[in-house]
């Protein structure tokens, strides 16, 4: 069964610090990307970027280019999203997704939980 | 950068069906997928390849995609289908979502 666990909810402060993580299970790790998606709160989907376990090969959306960091570790199973100094503004719902890439295009076909980000002063 | 658009929101009446479309002028060129999300949960894939439906979704959702717009339909609409639904494509420059619709069965 796949199955892709993010940690748990975050309460920080602007300014800090902060990673997140995406355990991957029930499928070969490499063989597929990973996508992060923010969701403000009340908001739509948001694409933030994906990262390939096997070679690290990282893409950002340009809205977030230089904002967050997407990596992996193959070793370990698990991808991760993270962040220099948070803003208020990044309090919001953000989930893992596996990526499907083929001839019938890209699709999500499996999600974390979502880890709620909150930052306030 | 690339967009699609979605109604804000959409009104169906129990087992009647609900159209949502989504518009974007590279339907020709590229494939669309959409998700549910219910509130407080994961979104969840419903169609992909424009038109197919991933193991465990029921046949009452169906896609398709025409000069630049892809629609999802929901024929027989049940209480359990009310939630958010999105598009979503992707192409050199990344993925990209559809601004959601709001489904709500009546």
């Known amino acids: 069964e796949v199955q892709l666990v993010q940690s748990g909810a975050e309460v920080t402060r602007p300014g800090e610090s902060l990673k997140i993580s995406c355990k991957c299970s029930?499928?070969?790790?490499?063989?597929?990307?990973i996508g992060w998606v923010r969701q403000m709160p009340g908001k739509g989907l948001e694409w933030m970027g994906i990262?390939?376990?096997?070679?690290?090969?990282?893409r950002y959306s340009p809205s977030f280019q230089g904002q967050v960091t997407i990596s992996a570790d193959k070793s370990i199973s698990t991808a991760y999203l993270q962040w220099s100094s948070l803003k208020a503004s990044d309090t919001a719902m953000y989930y893992c997704?596996?990526?499907?890439?083929?001839?019938?295009?890209?699709?999500?076909?499996?999600w974390g939980q979502g880890t709620l980000v909150t930052v306030s002063s | 950068s690339y967009e699609l658009t979605q109604p804000p929101s959409v009104s169906v009446s129990p087992g009647q069906t609900a159209s949502i479309t989504c518009s974007g002028d590279?339907?020709?060129?590229?494939?669309a997928s959409w998700y549910q999300q219910k509130p407080g949960q994961s979104p969840v894939l419903v169609i992909y390849?424009?038109?197919k439906r991933p193991s465990g979704i029921p046949e009452r959702f169906s896609g398709s995609n025409s000069g630049n717009t892809a629609t999802l339909t929901i024929s027989g609409t049940q209480a359990m289908d009310e939630a958010d639904y999105y598009c979503?494509?992707?192409?050199?420059?990344?993925?990209?979502f559809g601004t959601g619709t709001k489904v709500t069965v009546l």
């Open positions: 390849q424009d038109t």
């Open positions: 590279k339907w020709g060129d590229e494939y």
């Open positions: 029930g499928y070969i790790f490499t063989n597929y990307w």
């Open positions: 979503q494509t992707w192409d050199s420059s990344g993925e990209v």
């Open positions: 990262v390939h376990p096997a070679d690290s090969d990282t």
């Open positions: 997704a596996r990526r499907r890439l083929g001839p019938g295009g890209s699709r999500f076909d499996y």
